[in-house]
C-alpha cells in the first residue's frame, strides 16, 4: 500500500491574490513566489509552499496534497483508476513530482514526492512556562509580543463529503493513513474520522486529516501549526487590531487537545492556528464520541452548533 507520511499544501481559488496575500502575511505566512497567475506561501519550516492560491473568477476550494514515503508510491497510484501519470512539479516551488486524483465527490487530491526543502526560517524557540508544580523558567520573564508571528507548518485540512464512509476508504486505502478517533450522533451514526499517517512506533500528529459528512462538499477549514500559546495569542490581538473577522477562539478542542484559533479569510474560507496538541504511535486506541459541535470545546469560545453542518 502506498503510504503517505506529511501533508504538503492546499489550494484554493479566489479573485484577488493580493487581498489574500495581505490576510495570509497578517496571519503568519510567507510568499514565497507570486506570479499575475498564482501565490505561494510557506511557513517557517523547510516546506517549500505550503498554502497555493489560484486566480480565478470565483472563489473556492479546489484541494490538497500528501507527500509520500518513495518514489514507488506515485508509480503505484499512477496506476489507479482515475489517475493521472506520474508528473514533474514544475509550476511550485520545490519542484518533485505528482500524480493527480479526485476524491468521490470530485476533490483534488495530488501525492507528492521529492520536493526541494528550503532553508528553515529564523523563528524563536517555544516559551518555558512555569506550572504549579514544575518551574521551567528561572531568573527570567516572558515578554511576548502582539504580532502576526509565524506558521511552523502546515497541520491539517477538514474536508466535508457527501458520503463519509467511501471518501475515509478512499484514503485510507489509497493512503495507509489511520483513524484517530470518530465523532458520531447520539444513535451512533459516525458522522467524523480523524485521520493520522502511520508512523509505527514514531509519534506523529493525532489527525493530518478529518473526513466529515456534511453539505455542502469541500473544506471546512485548513489548519497551521504555532510555536506556542503566547504565539497564538500574540497572533490573535493582531488579527482583532488589523480588523479581520473571527470565527472562534480561543479554546481547547476535546478530541485532539488543540489549543485553536479559527479566523476567516477575505473570501470567507475558514483558517486555523494551533498550537499543543496531541501525538500519537501504534499503540493509540481510537475513540468514538457522541458529541455535537458546541461540545467539542473544553474550555474557551464555543463554536456555533453549525460549526459542521
Not at 213 to 235: I, K, N, R, T, W
Request: proline letters at 6%; aromatic letters at 8%.
Amino acid at each position: 500500500m502506498p503510504k503517505a507520511i506529511d501533508v504538503a499544501y492546499v489550494v484554493y481559488q479566489v479573485d484577488d491574490l493580493d487581498r489574500m496575500e495581505a490576510f495570509m502575511h497578517d496571519f503568519g505566512l510567507v510568499t514565497a513566489d507570486k506570479r499575475p497567475d498564482q501565490l505561494c506561501l510557506r511557513g517557517a519550516g523547510t516546506a517549500p509552499v505550503v498554502h497555493v492560491t489560484l486566480r480565478g473568477s470565483s472563489n473556492r476550494f479546489i484541494g490538497g496534497a500528501l507527500k509520500m514515503a518513495a518514489r514507488g508510491d506515485l508509480d503505484a497510484l499512477a496506476a489507479l483508476p482515475g489517475s493521472s501519470a506520474v508528473e514533474p512539479i514544475t509550476d511550485l516551488p520545490g519542484g518533485g513530482w505528482r500524480v493527480r486524483m479526485h476524491t468521490p465527490d470530485g476533490i483534488r487530491i495530488d501525492a507528492v514526492w521529492g520536493q526541494d526543502e528550503v532553508p528553515a526560517l529564523p523563528h524563536r524557540r517555544p516559551n518555558p512556562f512555569n506550572a504549579g508544580q514544575v518551574k521551567a523558567r528561572i531568573n527570567a520573564t516572558l515578554r511576548p509580543k502582539r504580532e502576526p508571528g509565524l506558521v511552523l507548518r502546515l497541520g491539517h485540512f477538514v474536508l466535508r463529503t457527501s458520503d463519509h464512509d467511501a471518501n475515509l476508504r478512499w484514503f485510507t486505502e489509497r493512503f495507509g493513513m489511520l483513524p484517530s478517533d470518530r465523532m458520531s450522533t447520539d444513535e451512533g451514526f459516525v458522522f467524523g474520522t480523524f485521520l493520522r499517517f502511520d508512523g509505527g512506533g514514531a509519534l506523529v500528529d493525532h489527525h493530518a486529516m478529518l473526513i466529515t459528512q456534511a453539505s455542502p462538499v469541500g473544506v471546512h477549514h485548513c489548519s497551521f501549526e504555532m510555536q506556542d500559546l503566547d504565539c497564538v495569542m500574540g497572533a490573535h490581538d493582531h488579527l482583532v487590531a488589523r480588523g479581520h473577522k473571527l470565527d472562534c477562539g480561543v479554546g481547547r478542542h476535546l478530541i485532539g487537545s488543540q489549543i485553536f484559533d479559527y479566523w476567516r479569510d477575505p473570501f470567507g474560507f475558514r483558517v486555523e492556528h494551533y498550537t499543543d496538541g496531541d501525538v500519537a504511535d501504534h499503540d493509540h486506541q481510537p475513540q468514538t464520541y457522541a458529541v455535537r459541535a458546541d461540545e467539542t470545546t473544553q474550555w474557551g469560545m464555543d463554536p456555533p452548533a453549525d460549526f459542521f453542518d
